[in-house]
Each structure stands twice: as C-alpha cells, then as structure tokens.
C-alpha cells in the first residue's frame, strides 16, 4: 500500500505562488507516473498536471500551462507541483495521485490513478 501526503497549500493573493508537495511512503514511486489533480467547490475533480516515472514526459491542462510546473524526486519519493501566477480561479483542494503502472496513456484520467492524498486546500484571494 501507498501512502500519499500533501503539504504546502494556503492562502495567497492573486499574482503570487504556492509549491505543493507530495510524499510518498509505503512503496517506492520511481517506476509509476504521478500526477496532480484539483476539486473545487461545485465542480468536478478535475487534471492539473502529470508526470512519467522518469520526469521525460509532463502533461498540463491548458487552464494551467506556462504557470504550473510539475516535478519528482525519486530518490526521495516526492513529488512537487510549483503554482506561480495564481489565480482566484485556481482556488481548490489539490491532491496528488500515482498509479500502480508506469504507463503514461490516459495520465489525465481520474480513473487511471490507484493512490490519493487527502488533499491540501490553496485559496488564492483576489
């Protein structure tokens, strides 16, 4: 079993930046894609960014490119997700997920992850 936990959430004002990160304990993540996803209020859980087992391949949603920057740290089972520009539309529960697999079809796909966090909420004040 994989154990997920996310810190760095908070409340910033818009313009400003937040880094979350994510540490995994109970089974090594160095061989599976990992991702971020975000709820908020109202709305569905919805894909933020991902990235392969080696850091070669990411994927952003659109509503986050050229602002977000997803990042790993395998040696220490990490995994981060650095948020500058923020918006008050980006105000969510982020959490992070991993898959089983180190495939990386679908990495966008609620559906295709096997381990949660409980999630870490960022506000950002306009």
């Known amino acids: 079993q994989v154990q997920l936990v996310e810190s760095g959430g908070g409340l910033v004002q818009a313009g400003g930046s937040l880094r979350l990160s994510c540490a995994a304990s109970?089974?090594?993540?160095?061989?599976?894609?990992v991702g971020w996803f975000r709820q908020a209020p109202g709305k569905e859980r919805e894909s933020v960014a991902a990235?392969?087992?080696?850091?070669?391949?990411?994927f952003y949603a659109d509503s986050v490119k050229g602002r977000f920057t997803i990042s790993r740290d395998n040696r220490n089972n990490t995994m981060y997700l650095q948020m500058n520009s923020l918006k008050p539309e980006d105000t969510a529960v982020y959490y992070c997920?991993?898959?089983?697999?180190?495939?990386?079809?679908?990495?966008?796909?609620?559906?295709?992850?096997?381990?949660w966090g409980q999630g870490t909420q960022v506000t950002v004040s306009s």
């Open positions: 109970g089974r090594t993540l160095s061989t599976s894609a």
């Open positions: 990235i392969s087992w080696d850091g070669g391949n990411t």
């Open positions: 997920a991993a898959r089983r697999s180190g495939g990386w079809a679908a990495v966008g796909l609620i559906s295709e992850y096997d381990y």
